[in-house]
């Protein structure tokens, strides 16, 4: 399976992969999907908001359990991040087919569309609108750098853009969502552990910082009279890097636009994201007022007009006390909750320790309406969104089996 996938949507020349939503390259992902669904005699299906669906059991059963993941990717990403929770998905169900087990509940395995949010600037596109935190008008206004809208990339790509919205039905059927993920950081390569569970995911979200100034001739313009939005930028980023280490976050301006965009010319606007993350909701909001205020200062020392919009947020994310519990049980994880140093064995024979995570997912958007835990994979580069993420085979197939123990625990009792 990962030999088959590795290749689709990989650039040749950064070696990375640009897997967005809505393109031939997701399609032949979503080919991929459907073709592992049919070959083991699932039910496949695609709900009204463009995610793919692999039924074991009957779709329409009360109280199934669900695992899986995304298989997009952000620019010149890594193979692991989204598509490893899909591959493991089949290859546990493989697993627990080889074990001869007997299903109780039904089991789903799920493809969420547009998890990274590449594309159209929003992550989680197909998880928030399933769960009703995204909007149908909110999501018809949604739109790439072509200016192509997501309901015009739908309907290209053969879904149909009218049937979007939520669906509370569908995640009424669900009893609990299991993803596994690669770990995006260190935690665990630190503390050798091949595999943990997740406690919580840490609050943040994408604020854009729109400095205005005005343009001019870049060799005959003095400095004295110059309205340089770049400087008030350039300043604002180093603030940010201040803040996040004296609160113990972290905040990144990692995506900027500038106009006009010439060498020899002296920007008028400058326009700059800001992503932002913390362990709790006081230290996030300290850090992005503190980012803002320093902002301002600089703008109105350079004579610079500046809006700051929040364009996304998500709350701190506890996952589901219970079901985390129950997997701590099944894999033998005996870590106190955000705990690292964990104890006990599971079908793996492995230590599964209890740790957090700043990084958002679709687990932590459905969390809000069904029971919903996460397991990580190690990963000794502890880097992400880049060719350079990577996970050890031995440690992937360690992930299986406790995600295969998972599911046995869940789905088969």
């Excluded at 709900?47 to 199934?64: C, K």
């Excluded at 596994?180 to 503390?191: I, T």
């Excluded at 113990?248 to 106009?259: C, Q």
Aim: aromatic content about 6%; proline content about 4%; some cysteine.
């Amino acid at each position: 399976m990962w030999r088959d996938l590795a290749p689709l949507g990989r650039h040749r020349d950064s070696g990375g992969y640009r897997r967005y939503a809505w393109t031939a390259a997701d399609a032949d992902c979503r080919a991929w999907f459907r073709q592992q669904a049919e070959t083991r005699g699932l039910a496949y299906e695609v709900d009204r908001n463009g995610n793919q669906w692999a039924w074991l059991g009957d779709p329409g059963a009360e109280d199934a359990v669900v695992t899986g993941s995304h298989l997009d990717s952000v620019p010149d990403g890594g193979a692991f991040d989204g598509p490893l929770g899909v591959v493991s998905s089949f290859a546990a169900l493989d697993e627990l087919l080889a074990r001869g087990v007997e299903f109780t509940r039904p089991l789903a395995l799920v493809n969420f569309g547009d998890e990274e949010g590449a594309r159209f600037g929003l992550a989680c596109v197909g998880s928030r609108l399933a769960a009703g935190q995204l909007t149908v008008e909110q999501a018809h206004r949604l739109t790439d750098a072509e200016g192509i809208t997501l309901p015009q990339a739908m309907e290209a790509a053969g879904h149909d853009p009218d049937a979007l919205g939520a669906d509370p039905e569908r995640l009424g059927r669900i009893g609990a969502f299991v993803e596994l993920h690669v770990e995006q950081g260190r935690a665990l390569d630190l503390s050798g552990d091949r595999v943990g569970l997740a406690s919580a995911i840490w609050p943040h979200g994408r604020w854009r910082f729109d400095f205005r100034g005005e343009a001019n001739h870049a060799g005959t313009t003095r400095l004295a009279d110059r309205r340089d939005p770049m400087l008030s930028y350039a300043e604002t980023v180093l603030a940010a890097r201040r803040e996040a280490e004296l609160a113990g976050a972290v905040a990144t301006f990692g995506k900027i636009s500038v106009e006009p965009n010439g060498v020899n010319a002296i920007p008028s606007l400058v326009r700059g994201w800001l992503d932002s993350r913390a362990a709790d909701q006081a230290t996030l909001d300290q850090v992005v007022e503190g980012v803002e205020r320093a902002a301002r200062g600089y703008a109105q020392a350079h004579g610079i007009d500046l809006d700051v919009v929040r364009e996304s947020f998500t709350p701190v994310v506890e996952f589901d006390h219970a079901l985390r519990d129950e997997l701590a049980r099944i894999l033998g994880a005996g870590a106190g909750v955000g705990d690292i140093a964990g104890a006990g064995g599971s079908g793996t024979g492995l230590r599964v320790p209890v740790l957090g995570t700043g990084a958002g997912h679709d687990a932590g958007i459905l969390s809000a309406s069904i029971p919903t835990a996460m397991l990580f994979v190690r990963n000794p580069t502890g880097v992400s969104h880049s060719p350079a993420e990577f996970a050890a085979e031995d440690d992937c197939v360690a992930g299986v089996l406790a995600l295969a123990d998972a599911l046995e625990g869940l789905a088969c009792r």
